[in-house]
Structures are given as structure tokens and as C-alpha cells.
């Protein structure tokens, strides 16, 4: 496939202003930034705005307050997003105009918001969030008290023009929260887990997965003597001290860069991939006895229980039909060699998030099965792929989706369908398989709607007409029931 440029976003024509902005202001941010999150060919959001990432990770922790710093319409649609995705919490925010930005009134703004909310009764931490204006003029939150009362405060940049996609920015976040509690637990003790310390040494999973697959890997660590510890972003703060308390720790998502650099820093093993498929779950348990020094026996013992179970899910229950997926969510590549055990005929998995070293292993796994794998995929990479492969079904982003769907092919939206589901073990084989099946039946259905609204929507039939008459072609209104007839006078158009 050719190599093709992807349009800007609106909210990001003035990336590169921004960022030699920031960097004039001083941000010390922004070389990290570059450095964690390299950028190209696809070098800019193209869907949500990234900073969702970082506000989701700090809404969905407990006792946890979130303050945006940035422009009021973005803020607007921040909070409009984390509501749809039930936030069910307030979101604060610190508003700015031209004046109080040059001053440097917002900053003592944004310390009193802290200072007035950092309420121990109620909160263990305060996370604030620099979007891309503050960040741009170097709004320097590192200058926020690091405590206030025993209150945490975390403050991070997380520019549009600085972090591709909201999944990097989960992991800004998150990075920002395990560095604090490796430098607490360096100080001293801490706060013992919730439930308390298990017995056995665990394996922390980085990345948000569906709440069974945490049990599902439990169940088949445990022939080997280990646990599945707390999961990364996590829910509360204590869970960060039993995350780095663990013997490795599983990139089940890869683009957790800078939060592998804080385990790292912490002695611990960083093991890429994830228990999905027969072979996947096969490398995984091989790779994460081998960090955990675990003998071969039991490593043998844990496989043996494992995977009959999965080998017979897979093969009861088969993809037949060629696919392209894309995505922007981090686990795409799982989902890809999940398909291809499941017996799909993958052609191409393209993903935003970028190429890394926890993603080598399920790279070359497609790759030397013939599937095409694009990191920092574009959407008009990811349009050209399913142009040029004719799927029989396409999962995808909002646009591709509906790309395919005009033209009566069956589509799976990504974000909400696929990645919102379990995947490991054979509970996350069975739930794939069925989900893509049961969308790959329904083309039929498909044939009868694009047959039933062919034309409606385009060219003359697209709703802008001269005024008097309804134009040649535009007979598609007349199938949905509406007023107008071809050749009649058309009432108030
Ligand atoms: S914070 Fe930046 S990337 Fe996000 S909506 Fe605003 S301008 Fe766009």
C-alpha cells in the first residue's frame, strides 16, 4: 500500500506553533513528550482529543479530583465525553482568559483551586491537567505543592500537539501517579492494599482490560505459584504501591512507555503481549514463567490447564471471512492475532498507537502470517486498506465504520465493540468469535438496506434543492416515506 498524508485535525493546524511556543515558554514537557511519544506518519490526533486519555485515567480513580486547565470549548467537550462514558463525578475547572494567561494569574488560579480542594477527608490525590493553550505557554504545574495536607497534587501537560492519541495519554498520567508512589514507598512505609498482601508473587497487568480478563489470567497463573496483581491505570491510589510491589509486570497494552520506564526504575521485568489465543496465551505463560524464574515444569502444568480449553472454543466456532481492522484504543494488535487463531482471513491491522518494544512480539507474529501491520495508521490508511482488500467485514473507527457500512459491508466499531470486551482466555476467544459472526450474518440485511435507500443522501437527493420542483433523482425520498414526489411541487424546500 502507498504511503499516504493524513489530513490535520481543525483543533491541531497550529501544531507546530504551539510546540515552539511551549518550548520558548520553557516547558521541559515537551522533550519528554517528544521523546516518549514519537510522532509520524501519523503525527496528530485524528478523534477524540488526547487529553481524554489522562482525564478518564483520573475520573475513574477513587477519591481521586480531576481539574482541566484550558480553553472553556475544550474543556466543554471533555466533560461532555467523560459524562457520556458515565463519569458520574464533577470535573473541575480553572478558566483563563488572554490576561490572566500572560500575567501568570493563572497559575495562582490553578493553586487555589488546588489549595480549596485538596480536602484530605474526601481526596487521596488532585490530578490537574495542562491542555494545549497552558501547555503551549508553559504554565509551569510542576511549581503546585507536591502535598497539601496528605493530599497528592500531580499536575501534567498533555498537549494535543505533544501526545498522538488518548491512549498516551492514559499512560502520562499514569506514569506521573506510579513515579509519585515509587518516591513515597522509597520514603518509607506505605499503605497496605485495600484486601490486604496476597502470598504469592504477582504479575501487575498494564493496560485497562475488560473486569474478567484480570480472573481469567489469574486462573491460569496459578498452576505456576503466581497471581494477577492490580491493574494499570488502577482505581484507587493504594493499588499503585501493590503494582510496583509485584514480581513482573505484563504490557498488555504497549504504548504504557513512560509507566514501563517508572516499573523499570522499580527492578521490575516488563514482559509485552497478552494470554490471547492458543499460541499467544502459550508465549505469554513461556515469557512470564521465564521473568518470574519459574521451573519449566510448572510453567508445563499451567499451559496443560489452559489451553484444551481454549483449543476447544476455537475450533468450535470459526471466523470465516476476510477482514481489516483499525483502531486507536492500543489493543489492536491483540485483537488482530486473536482473529487469525480464530481462523479470519486478517489482512491488515492498523493501528494510532506507536511502535514499541512491548508490541514486537505480536508484530512479528502477524507479519509471518502474511497480515499487513501499520502503526500510526491514519485514517486515510486505514480507508486505503479496506479499498484495497475488500473485507467481508470491517472493524474500525467512527469513519471507517461508516465507510463500510455505505457500502453494505458489515462493520464492528472498535472502541465500543470489540475493545470493550474480554479477550483473554477462552471466555475472550468465545466473545470475539461470537460478536464477529454474528455481524457477518447480518449481511444480508445489509444487501436489503442498500438496496432499499440506494441514492437517497447523495448527489440531487442529498436534501439541497432549488427552489419549485424536486430534482430528477432524487426519487430515494419517496422510499422513506416522506411528502416529496419526482415531478411534484415541492412543499417548503
Ligand atoms: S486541548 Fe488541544 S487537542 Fe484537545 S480539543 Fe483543545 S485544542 Fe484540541
Not at 490526533?45 to 480513580?61: D, H, I, K, T, Y
Not at 465493540?417 to 468465545?430: E, N, T
Amino acid at each position: 500500500m502507498q504511503d499516504i498524508e493524513p489530513k490535520p485535525p481543525v483543533c491541531n493546524d497550529a501544531r507546530a506553533s504551539l510546540r515552539a511556543a511551549a518550548r520558548a515558554a520553557g516547558s521541559e514537557s515537551m522533550e519528554r513528550l517528544a521523546r516518549d511519544y514519537p510522532l509520524g506518519p501519523h503525527d496528530q490526533p485524528q478523534s477524540m482529543c488526547p487529553a481524554f486519555g489522562s482525564l478518564r485515567v483520573g475520573l475513574r480513580m477513587r477519591r481521586t479530583a480531576t481539574i482541566l486547565s484550558g480553553s472553556a470549548c475544550c474543556v466543554y467537550g471533555l466533560t461532555f465525553t467523560s459524562h457520556f462514558y458515565g463519569a458520574r463525578r464533577s470535573v473541575g475547572y480553572v478558566p483563563f482568559d488572554s490576561e490572566t494567561l500572560v500575567t501568570g494569574k493563572l497559575f495562582e488560579d490553578l493553586r487555589d483551586a488546588v489549595t480549596a480542594t485538596a480536602r484530605p477527608a474526601e481526596y487521596d490525590a488532585v490530578v490537574v491537567i495542562n491542555l494545549c493553550v497552558p501547555s503551549a505557554s508553559g504554565v509551569p504545574l510542576r511549581l503546585l505543592p507536591k502535598s497539601i495536607d496528605g493530599v497528592r497534587i500531580i499536575g501534567v501537560d498533555v498537549p494535543g500537539f505533544g501526545v498522538p492519541t488518548h491512549a498516551e495519554a492514559k499512560d502520562v498520567l499514569a506514569a506521573a501517579m506510579l513515579r509519585y508512589a515509587r518516591e513515597e514507598i522509597e520514603a518509607g512505609p506505605v499503605q497496605a492494599p485495600r484486601n490486604g498482601r496476597g502470598g504469592l508473587p504477582s504479575v501487575t497487568l498494564l493496560g485497562e482490560i475488560f473486569p474478567a480478563d484480570p480472573v481469567s489470567i489469574g486462573r491460569m497463573l496459578e498452576p505456576m505459584g503466581i497471581s494477577a496483581g492490580p491493574v494499570v491505570p488502577t482505581r484507587e491510589w493504594r493499588e499503585l504501591y501493590g503494582a510496583l510491589d509485584c514480581a513482573v509486570v505484563g504490557a498488555l497494552h504497549p504504548f504504557y512507555v513512560a509507566s514501563t520506564r517508572e516499573f523499570e526504575a522499580a527492578g521490575r521485568a516488563v514482559v509485552g503481549s497478552a494470554p490471547v489465543g492458543l499460541e499467544g496465551t502459550a508465549d505469554w505463560l513461556d515469557a512470564i514463567g521465564g521473568a518470574c524464574g519459574i521451573s519449566r515444569a510448572r510453567v508445563d502444568a499451567a499451559k496443560t490447564a489452559a489451553l484444551p480449553a481454549l483449543r476447544g472454543v476455537l475450533g468450535a466456532s470459526p471466523i470465516r471471512g476476510r477482514i481489516t481492522l483499525s483502531g486507536y484504543e492500543g489493543s489492536e494488535l491483540l485483537v488482530a492475532r486473536l482473529l487469525v487463531e480464530c481462523g479470519a482471513d486478517l489482512r491488515y491491522v492498523g493501528t494510532a498507537c506507536p511502535d514499541t518494544s512491548a508490541s514486537a512480539r505480536d508484530k512479528e507474529w502477524l507479519r509471518s502470517r502474511g497480515v499487513e501491520v501499520r502503526f500510526r495508521a491514519s485514517l486515510e490508511q486505514d480507508l486505503e486498506a479496506f479499498s484495497a482488500f475488500s473485507p467481508d467485514i470491517v472493524i474500525g473507527t467512527t469513519p471507517v465504520v461508516q465507510a463500510a457500512k455505505e457500502r453494505g459491508i458489515p462493520a464492528l466499531y472498535f472502541t465500543n465493540l470489540i475493545s470493550a470486551r474480554p479477550l483473554m482466555g477462552p471466555a475472550g476467544a468465545g466473545a470475539l468469535a461470537q460478536v464477529v459472526n454474528a455481524a457477518l450474518a447480518n449481511k444480508p440485511r445489509f444487501d436489503e438496506m442498500r438496496a432499499f435507500f440506494e441514492g437517497v443522501g447523495t448527489g440531487p437527493s442529498s436534501g439541497v434543492w432549488e427552489r419549485g420542483r424536486i430534482p430528477a433523482g432524487a426519487e430515494g425520498l419517496v422510499k422513506l416515506g416522506r411528502k416529496a414526489v419526482p415531478g411534484k411541487e415541492a412543499a417548503g424546500c
